[in-house]
Structures are given as C-alpha cells and as structure tokens.
C-alpha cells in the first residue's frame, strides 16, 4: 500500500516523540547503544522493541514483582537486556532463540551488560523447547514476554499458560502490525497468527486481556496484555 505524504508526516512526529520520550524519561543506555550496534555488526535484523518500549518492558517486570521470567524470542537480546535489569539478585530470566548466530550475539550483549549470570539462552525450535521445560516441571514463570515468529503465536500462549501461576502476566508484541489485523481474509501467516491469538486470548476463561496500540520508532503495532486469574 502507498503511503502518502501526509502518513509519512505523521509517522516522522511518532519518531519524533519517541526521541523526546526516550530523551526526557530514560536518557543514555551505553549498555543498550552497545547491543544495538552489536546487533548491526552481527548482521541481525533492526527488529528490537524501541528504547520507550523496552523501558516499559521492565516497568511491567517491576510492577509484577516477576522473580521468573520467560521470553520467547531472543533476537540479540535488548528486550532480554531490560527485562533482567528489573529482577532482583536471586531472579533467573529464560528466554529462547531459533538461530544459533543471534543467540551468540545475545550472549556477548548480556555478558556486556552484566547480566548473564542471571539469564539462560536456550536455542532451537521454541515449540520444542517449550515443550521440554513443561515436561521438566519449569515453572512457574511470574512474567511471559513472547516476541517470536507470528504463526507460532498461538502455540507460544498454550505453553505459557503451562508455565505460568495465577496473577503471571503474559505480555505479546506485534498484534497489531500496521492495522493488518483487521484483514479477516489475510494470506500473510503473521496476520493469521496473531488473529488466531486474539481468538484463542477471547475465548480463554483463564486470562483477563487487552491490547493497547502504539505508534512509534517501530511503526503503527501493538502489545498484548493478560493476567492469568485466580482459580
């Protein structure tokens, strides 16, 4: 779809905005600029949640007062990074990547950032690795954060709440993807995939949802927002 001149205005002021966001309320992260330009160097893609956003992620993480953390979906592992600042000494962050490559990169940023005695990559297939922690017992995990492949969606929200307690949170970026959600009759598996979440989310008695959109650094999208109930 053709953007016009006056979308491309609006989604300068969204960068704009985040600049002053991130300026005004967080400041300077030499452990998050570094991951960044690690990530480039190593050839990963520019997918990581913005700084306003990875702030965010670690204001839920306190909030919840999550001393157990799963993320499904490493990449180079900022969000890993900002998830981790808001355990205490004694938390353990367990997050899953598919390509070994970014997993390396990942390890080298939390190593940088003094995080990695507290954080456990683990590589391969999340589905399978998922499924491998319910058969060990893992768990429970006070916070969930899934930032993965769209279509594994769905499967990602079934283990979490297999891992999780009541009162965990279950956190899930990209729901929104530019408005395309709304496309019922969408060919694209991401589209599918995180419709397919919004059914399974909707029709799920255990958890109490929402999504908010945001605008931003990372285009128009969205997160998903559950708590697991009680009882």
Known sequence: ?????????????????DGYIAGKLIGADPALDATLAANAAGGLPAIDVSAAQGRMLELF??????????????????????LARALPGDGQLVTLELEPHHAE?????????????????????????????IA???????LVFIDADKPGNRAYLDAALRLTRPGSVILVDNVVRGGRVLE???ADPSVLGTRALFDA???EPRLDATA????????WDGFLIAVVRAG
Do not use: H
């Open 1 to 17: 779809m053709a953007i016009g001149a006056a979308e491309t205005g609006m989604a300068q002021d969204w960068i704009a905005v």
């Open 61 to 82: 993480a306190r909030m919840s007062g999550a001393r157990r953390i799963l993320e499904v979906g490493t990449l180079g592992g900022y969000s890993t990074i900002c």
């Open 105 to 133: 990169v990942a390890r080298a940023n939390l190593a940088r950032a003094g995080l990695d005695a507290r954080c456990d990559v683990r590589v391969g297939p999340a589905a399978e690795t998922l499924a491998a922690m």
């Open 136 to 142: 060990a017992g893992e768990g429970p995990f006070d």
């Open 184 to 186: 019922a009759d969408s």
């Open 201 to 203: 989310v909707a029709a």
């Open 212 to 219: 908010i959109q945001t605008v931003g650094d990372k285009g």
